[in-house]
């Protein structure tokens, strides 16, 4: 069998009994794109053609994007970032492979840790293979920590403990930063809230909201911050009118309620 590359002869060998063979190239074919035909020698019977692409190129090193150097995660971190498209991505912590996953077509990956991380300083970093088994350079490695305090939560301000107002403004603060911010209004469930954050349609009687600071490692505040304020119901006082008895066909008023904008 004579085995022929874009058309040179580059190899010959000998068929086995169950008429299978191989051969390898003398010398080393070029990167690119390439055709492969072979022919049996004594009949001339020349086979199909393939396409076939050679690669000796090493994707470029990727990026890890989070957790961002000098960062924060869980104990459990989704470690995301970009490489070359359709890689194969090897993530590690610490020196040890936690996670490998495949970048899409745009080159972004990401991945979680399957094992838990210790509270503490980590480093994290990533390779990736092309479809050639070719394997870049390690990227560049990022250091982040894992903080397993959990921060505390005050209230910097809110409304008075007793108002007219059928809408709350709320004021968070935590002993760490960054962090989010969990809220139960009334003893519903905790939701995600904003920082500040408002509450509106608010029914005449006594709220309490409870909110606790979120670290980006997941830690929770154990003791949620809880003010309590009464939602008064609207009253209307006469400060000036006519007297009880007047010839005056005009009868001037002045009103006063304890709820704004009315």
Do not use: M
């Amino acid at each position: 069998v004579e085995a022929r590359v874009d058309g040179g002869l580059v190899c010959t060998a000998t068929a086995g009994a169950s008429g299978a063979w191989t051969c390898t190239p003398a010398a080393p074919l070029s990167d690119g794109t390439h055709s492969a035909t072979a022919n049996v020698a004594a009949s001339g019977a020349t086979s199909n053609s393939t396409t076939f692409r050679v690669d000796t190129s090493p994707p470029s090193a990727p990026v890890v994007q989070v957790p961002a150097n000098g960062g924060q995660a869980s104990t459990t971190p989704r470690l995301s970032g970009t490489a070359e498209a359709n890689s194969r991505v090897t993530v590690s912590v610490d020196g040890t492979v936690v996670c490998v996953t495949n970048a899409d077509s745009q080159g972004n990956w990401s991945c979680i840790s399957g094992t838990p991380l210790g509270g503490g300083s980590h480093t994290v970093s990533a390779t990736a293979t092309d479809a050639a088994n070719n394997l870049s350079p390690a990227s560049a490695t990022n250091t982040f920590t894992v903080d397993l305090t959990p921060p505390d939560t005050s209230i910097v301000s809110g409304p008075p403990a007793q108002t007219a107002s059928t809408t709350a403004a709320f004021d968070f603060g935590s002993t760490e930063a960054p962090v989010t911010y969990d809220c139960s209004l009334d003893s519903g469930p905790y939701v995600s809230c904003s920082d500040p954050a408002s509450f509106s349609s608010l029914t005449v009687g006594v709220h309490t909201l409870q909110v606790r600071a979120k670290a980006a490692s997941g830690t929770g505040a154990p003791t949620p911050a809880q003010p309590t304020w009464e939602v008064l119901p609207s009253d209307t006082t006469i400060l000036s009118g006519p007297p009880a008895r007047t010839k005056s066909a005009t009868a001037p008023f002045d009103f006063s309620s304890n709820t704004a904008n009315v």
